[in-house]
Structures are given as C-alpha cells and as structure tokens.
C-alpha cells in the first residue's frame, strides 16, 4: 500500500514541478511570470535534496525575523508548544517537537534565563517539573506568527491559492509517510 502512495505521490509532485516550469497559464489566460524559467527534468531522486534545502532556507529566514524577538531557532516551537498546552514537563515537549531530552533541557534553560519561561515542580507529583510560559513567552507568541507569516508569504511568492493548498497536501503527505516509517522502526523487537 505505501508503495502505490508513494509512485501516486511521486507523480503529482513531477506534475507539478512540470506544470511550474512549463509556465502554465492561470484561468485568466495569462502565463505565470517566474523571475527565472527552469526548464529542468527534475526527478524523484532530486525531492530530497530540494525539500532540504527548501527547510533549511525556511528555517533561516524565519530565525532571523525572530531575532528581534530575541528568540533563537527552535525557541518558537517550544513557546507555540506551551501556548497550546502550558506545562509540560521537557520529555513531552522534546518528544512533541521531535529532538532529543538533552537538547530540550538545554533550550528550557536558556529560555529561563531570557525570560520566556519558568520552571514549576508538578502540584501532583513533585519529582516531576513542569514548563511555563512567562508573561515575555505569552507575549512573544504574536511576534512568531508574525515572522512566521511573513517568512510563508516569502516562499510562496507568485504561488496561487490552489498551489499553496497543494503544496502543503503533498508536505503533510510526505511527513505522514515519514513518520510511519519512523514509527516502524521504533517499535521493539518481540524475539
């Protein structure tokens, strides 16, 4: 089954990049005008490549619309985090934001001395500690939706509705598929 996902996938993203390329025409009749035309024949081989490069670009430009917020890369997840669900202990937000523990306690107590967030011990189970937006964290939060939006309105200059629609479909897809597979691997061995 994930394999037939994959060739479907595989063949609606070179559909689209051809459609791109190809300077397709929008419903008004008038050709998307590209700064450069690339009349490249990408291949599934070139996705990974591009789609790494395309994050890493997106996660630069966001750090730095984030730095007069005084937030670093990887402050905004944590903060956004702890909007949605204030105190979490630093295992849950690793784990929900996908790095390892030591990293996470790392971030925790650099954003402690900057003022973004504090740490609690649990009301119910004082060995546990939990992690609270400050007053600074819970403001800040419209400071990174705000670089956020920005950073998305950059790379999808040119780009029509539809195509950002599609656009992320195929990003979540691809995450999907990702993450099953690292799930796969995760699991213990029963022998």
């Given at each position: 089954?994930?394999?037939?996902?994959?060739?479907?996938?595989?063949?609606?993203i070179?559909?689209?990049i051809?459609?791109m390329?190809?300077g397709?025409?929008?419903?008004?009749g008038?050709?998307?005008k590209?700064k450069?035309?690339?009349q490249?024949?990408?291949?599934?081989?070139d996705?990974?490549?591009?789609l790494?490069?395309?994050?890493?670009s997106?996660?630069?430009?966001?750090?730095?619309?984030l730095?007069?917020?005084?937030?670093?890369?990887?402050?905004?997840?944590?903060?956004?985090?702890l909007s949605?669900?204030?105190?979490?202990t630093?295992?849950?937000?690793?784990?929900?934001?996908?790095?390892k523990a030591?990293?996470?306690?790392?971030?925790?107590?650099?954003?402690?001395?900057?003022?973004?967030?504090?740490?609690?011990?649990?009301?119910?189970?004082?060995?546990?500690?939990k992690?609270?937006?400050t007053?600074?964290?819970?403001?800040s939060?419209?400071?990174i939706?705000?670089?956020?939006?920005?950073?998305?309105?950059?790379?999808t200059?040119?780009?029509s509705?539809k195509?950002?629609?599609?656009?992320?479909r195929l990003?979540k897809?691809?995450?999907?598929?990702l993450?099953?597979?690292?799930?796969?691997?995760?699991?213990?061995?029963?022998?």
């Open positions: 089954m994930p394999l037939v996902y994959d060739v479907k996938l595989r063949n609606v070179m559909q689209k051809k459609g390329a190809m397709k025409k929008h419903k008004d008038k050709k998307n590209s450069k035309k690339d490249t024949e990408y291949t599934l081989a996705l990974s490549p591009a790494t490069q395309a994050a890493r997106m996660r630069t430009v966001l750090s730095r619309n730095l007069e917020s005084g937030l670093y890369a990887g402050q905004d997840g944590v903060i956004l985090s949605e669900t204030d105190g979490m630093a295992g849950g937000l690793a784990q929900r934001l996908g790095v030591p990293t996470m306690t790392r971030t925790i107590g650099r954003m402690e001395a900057q003022g973004f967030v504090e740490r609690k011990p649990d009301a119910e189970d004082a060995r546990l500690t992690v609270y937006l007053e600074l964290g819970r403001g939060v419209q400071s939706e705000t670089a956020a939006s920005r950073c998305d309105g950059m790379a200059q040119a780009f509705d195509e950002i629609r599609n656009l992320v990003l897809a691809i995450d999907s598929n993450q099953a597979e690292a799930a796969h691997f995760e699991e213990p061995d029963e022998n």
